[in-house]
Antibody, heavy 123, light 112 residues
Framework: QVQLVESGGGVVQPGGSLRLSCAGSGFTFSNYGMYWVRQAPGKGLQWVAG????????YYIDSVKGRFTISRDSSKDALYLQMNSLRTEDTAMYYC????????????????WGQGTLVIVSS | DIVMTQSPLSLPVTPGEPASISCRSS???????????LDWYVQKPGQSPQLLIYMASNRASGVPDRFSGSGSGTDFTLKISRVEAEDVGVYYC?????????FGQGTKLEIK
């Protein structure tokens, strides 16, 4: 069965860095685009960054451009989110998600989500 | 970016009664292939989001048939024909047409 397991969250000071990881299993990881979605405490969902199945295309929301980098290592079935220059407003649960359709063939629907990893940015 | 607007934001429902949530997008989600790229997700208490409906009207695997999605262009609706206690949670629409994807504010469904 499909599983996505996030790790790497924690407490960091403003201006600091963290690298989130998402380990995929139960599917052919290299065939599917992936993305990160976050949820601040008590708030709604916010799409953060996405990457194509081959890794050639990356997408970001404006507020993280230049600070966050999404990448993947399909030899390890792993997705990453490198987060630099962290701000208090980046505090959230971060979920990774797998696209429904392989080869990025049809939209950005996500059929499987991990359990999330919590990032707290605080001094 | 495409702005998604849901209503209502709170939805108290009696078990066995129907429920309906609306979602409007700031631009058309209809692609040239004839599909509307609008998803519905539910986040049950303490859980990750899960896909309910994709491409406006297609139920995801394992989703009960009491859930249905409709609409096209910029106006969409999620309907639950008979609400059950397990349906409690926050329902989000999301445009899956273009990155960055964007979510509605969420509709909290609670049982009366």
């Amino acid at each position: 069965q499909v599983q996505l397991v996030e790790s790497g969250g924690g407490v960091v000071q403003p201006g600091g860095s963290l690298r989130l990881s998402c380990a995929g299993s139960g599917f052919t990881f290299s065939n599917y685009g992936m993305y990160w979605v976050r949820q601040a405490p008590g708030k709604g969902l916010q799409w953060v960054a996405g990457i194509s199945y081959g890794g050639n295309n990356q997408y970001y929301i404006d507020s993280v451009k230049g600070r966050f980098t999404i990448s993947r290592d399909s030899s390890k079935d792993a997705l990453y989110l490198q987060m630099n220059s962290l701000r208090t407003e980046d505090t959230a649960m971060y979920y990774c998600a797998k696209l429904l359709f392989h080869y990025d063939s049809s939209g950005f629907s996500a059929d499987f989500w991990g359990q999330g990893t919590l990032v707290i940015v605080s001094s | 970016d495409i702005v998604m607007t849901q209503s209502p934001l709170s939805l108290p429902v009696t078990p066995g009664e129907p429920a309906s949530i609306s979602c409007r997008s700031s631009q058309s989600l209809l692609f040239s292939n004839g599909h509307d790229y609008l998803d519905w997700y539910v986040q049950k208490p303490g859980q990750s989001p899960q896909l309910l409906i994709y491409m406006a009207s297609n139920r995801a695997s394992g989703v009960p048939d009491r859930f249905s999605g409709s609409g096209s262009g910029t106006d969409f609706t999620l309907k639950i024909s008979r609400v059950e206690a397990e349906d409690v949670g926050v329902y989000y629409c999301m445009q899956a047409l273009q990155a960055p994807c964007t979510f509605g504010q969420g509709t909290k469904l609670e049982i009366k």
